[in-house]
């Protein structure tokens, strides 16, 4: 019996774009209730999603498909079919980088030149993917150019704001929805869409998928103009890149004067107009969004005449964090060649398996270039890395953290993943050659490493070395 909340009457929703926003966006919309085909333009990752193929590492993705697949969700490469059927059609494909840095729209309008044809009753079309401002106002004119009637359609934003790794729950329990519309008509069609995550139904029936938190009393639901939507997700992108950006321009000072980032970032995110989160200093922000997003950013200020030079700072002090990472290692190691190096992390962060500007494939490039071999471990990403970097006779990728350890001179913690925190440290110190850690995310306690006998240099935090009885070993090489 499907006792899932329906929205009255359900949206015939299409969703062009089966990557991570696209196939995320798909499931949860089928989830609340809806009726929805997802289009890609990909053959053959169709044919995958319709045999039941999961083609994301995301938690509760593999079970959402299971329940919906083939039912309220189906895949399509046949974008025209799908329009027709629609009322509202979500854009969700790529916006990657160009090469001078803006957005590349041109997946965006080549999806829109598509639908025009098929606007032959009114339909809202949805921008998700991550766009610069004004972005609707192309969309509309390239409608129009090609053949759709004003009164068929609306373009509205409704930025995504899900973060890899707990997509479906950012999306059935979010901060906030935002829809940016300029017409009331799109606006009523869209609080359909999302009434059950607005007045909370979904959280009341029985199967709903369990969440972070109490939304009994429905989401956050912010209206604005399609201008202030699409900067809203550019915005606040850039300002958690921001407060990274700043925390660890911070935890550089403390190197600088020998404190603890640690502590400092404690105090500051104790007042409640700053907040604790995003202030982990590290190796500095990859992925597919905020690197991109920070520039694109930028770029679009630029070219409506502001110069928003506190975000080419931003991306300054986040590619530094690698060099200061590298160069702890040269400190630790002093020569790198025919060192061999143990790599914790391959993706950009944990709880996912995307290496896209993920700071370990940096470090691994540059380790190998020095002339080190590399034996790196990920509990998810192996396959994606081993598709950027191969494995050669500099590069091994291996089943575990202790393999990855085993006679490294120095073992590199670049990912965030939990389990590396609870690893056996006496065993770790054992099976080094030199014991050796540098870690980039800051996952252990000076304490316990210095107990353990290790050599550990993290981020922003006073060097620290073991007691004297644990220095033989590097002593006597
Ligand atoms: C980010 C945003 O958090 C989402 O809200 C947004 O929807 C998404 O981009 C997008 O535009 O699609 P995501 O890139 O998945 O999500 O990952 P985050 O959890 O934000 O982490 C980004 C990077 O910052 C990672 O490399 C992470 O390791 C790093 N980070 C994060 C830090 O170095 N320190 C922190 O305190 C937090």
């Not at 499907?2 to 499931?27: C, E, F, M, R």
């Not at 949805?126 to 009164?151: H, Y």
């Not at 005449?305 to 160069?327: M, P």
Request: hydrophobic share 40%; proline share 5%.
């Amino acid at each position: 019996m499907d006792l899932k909340p329906q929205t009255n009457p359900p949206v015939n929703i299409a969703v062009i774009g089966s990557g991570y926003v696209g196939l995320i966006a798909s499931v949860c919309l089928a989830e609340i209730g809806h009726s929805v085909t997802c289009v890609d333009n990909d053959t053959a990752k169709v044919v995958a999603l319709q045999s039941g193929e999961v083609p994301i590492y995301e938690e509760r993705l593999p079970e959402l498909l299971a329940r919906h697949r083939g039912q309220r969700l189906t895949f399509s490469s046949d974008l025209l079919a799908a329009v027709r059927r629609a009322e509202v059609i979500f854009i969700a494909v790529g916006t990657p980088q160009s090469p001078t840095g803006e957005a590349d729209l041109s997946y965006v309008e080549a999806s829109v030149r598509e639908i025009a044809a098929e606007l032959n009753e009114y339909k809202v079309v949805v921008e998700k993917s991550t766009v610069p401002v004004l972005t609707s106002r192309w969309i509309c004119r390239t409608l129009l150019f090609n053949g759709a009637k004003q009164e068929n359609f609306d373009v509205i934003s409704n930025p995504e704001f899900l973060r890899e790794g707990t997509a479906i729950d950012d999306f059935l329990y979010p901060d906030r929805i935002v829809v940016g519309a300029d017409a009331e008509r799109a606006r009523r069609i869209m609080r359909r869409v999302y009434q059950p995550l607005i007045d909370g139904s979904y959280f009341g029936a029985p199967d709903h998928v369990p969440g972070s938190r109490d939304m009994s009393g429905g989401v956050r639901y912010i209206e604005t103009s399609a201008k202030s939507a699409e900067l809203i997700k550019h915005a606040s992108n850039a300002f958690l890149a921001l407060k990274i950006s700043f925390i660890n321009a911070v935890s550089n000072i403390c190197e600088l004067v020998g404190t603890d980032i640690e502590e400092v970032a404690t105090g500051i995110g104790s007042d409640s107009r700053i907040g604790p989160k995003f202030l982990n200093a590290g190796i500095g922000y990859g992925g597919s969004c905020f690197p991109k997003d920070v520039r694109a950013f930028y770029k679009i200020a630029e070219s409506v005449g502001y110069d928003f030079d506190l975000l080419k700072s931003v991306e300054r002090i986040n590619q530094n964090q690698l060099l200061c990472f590298k160069k702890k290692l040269n400190a630790a190691l002093w020569t790198l060649k025919g060192k061999q190096i143990g790599v914790l992390g391959l993706a950009f962060k944990e709880g996912t398996d995307d290496v896209r500007e993920s700071p370990a494939i940096s470090i691994i490039k540059s380790l190998i270039e020095e002339g080190c071999c590399v034996s790196a471990y990920d509990p998810a990403a192996i396959e994606k890395a081993r598709k950027i970097i191969p494995e050669n006779g500099n590069l091994r990728y291996v089943d575990n953290e202790f393999e990855a350890a085993r006679d490294a001179h120095a073992l590199l913690i670049v990912t965030e993943w939990p389990q590396f925190a609870r690893l056996d440290l006496n065993r770790l110190h054992q099976i080094m050659r030199y014991p050796v850690v540098i870690d980039g995310r800051n996952l252990f306690s000076l304490h316990d490493m210095a107990a353990a006998g290790f050599h550990y240099y993290s981020m922003g935090r006073p060097l620290s070395e073991p007691e004297s009885s644990s220095r033989r070993k590097i002593d006597q090489e």
